[in-house]
């Protein structure tokens, strides 16, 4: 065996340790609906947009409508906050995500991330590692927060103040992520409940 495979080898055990301790941790029993959820964020911003069109940029109803979304979505943020808060305090929760990653090389972090979407084959081996970050990720637990800050961002340039483009630009941007987060949840999701292939070996760094 030589050096760098022996080091891979460790690396590799040392992630599996800690997705193992990942998987055993109590997790929120919280199930996001994921259409509904994504279809209640896209009525909320298809509002947004309406009132901004519709009405001129100085009608205290636009000012009154963008001030109800801003405080919605404030709330869910600190909802949520205060909901993370109070599981992690209750469940002890140590290990995440990227921690179960951590000692691996970007490369083969990437080929984990790659097949926990369902986008590359895993061995049996590191199976496991895998599914920790598809566990992860399917649990959507970062959509409702990117859900309020598109909100916020919406809410704030539909207001019609001076610095509209820039809270436009966000809003743009904060579309992007929740999209691309989206994708990833449902993917994971499939995943997770897919038969798993041994065929193809991907993630086994090279030695």
Do not use: N
């Not at 460790?10 to 055993?24: G, N, S, T």
């Not at 909901?83 to 951590?102: D, I, N, S």
């Amino acid at each position: 065996m030589t050096e760098a495979q022996t080091a891979a080898d460790r690396r590799w055990a040392d992630a599996e340790i800690r997705a193992k301790a990942y998987l055993a941790q109590p997790r929120d029993r919280r199930v996001l609906p994921i259409r509904g959820f994504v279809l209640a964020v896209a009525l909320v911003i298809a509002l947004l947009v309406l009132v901004g069109v519709a009405l001129p940029p100085d009608s205290d109803a636009r000012l009154m409508l963008s001030t109800v979304g801003l405080s919605i979505a404030v709330l869910i943020l600190v909802v949520e906050i205060i909901r993370a808060v109070r599981f992690r305090r209750r469940a002890g929760r140590t290990v995440v995500r990227e921690q179960v990653v951590a000692s691996l090389l970007q490369r083969e972090q990437r080929a984990v991330s790659r097949a926990a979407v369902g986008q590359a084959d895993a061995p049996a081996d590191r199976r496991i590692v895998v599914d920790a970050v598809a566990t992860d990720l399917a649990s959507g637990a970062a959509l409702p927060m990117q859900a309020g800050l598109l909100v916020v961002w919406s809410s704030i340039a539909v207001a019609g103040t001076a610095f509209w483009p820039v809270y436009l630009t966000g809003s743009l941007f904060t579309v992007a992520q929740f999209v691309w987060s989206v994708r990833r949840t449902v993917l994971a999701r499939r995943c997770l409940v897919a038969p798993h292939r041994m065929d193809v070996d991907p993630v086994r760094p090279r030695s």
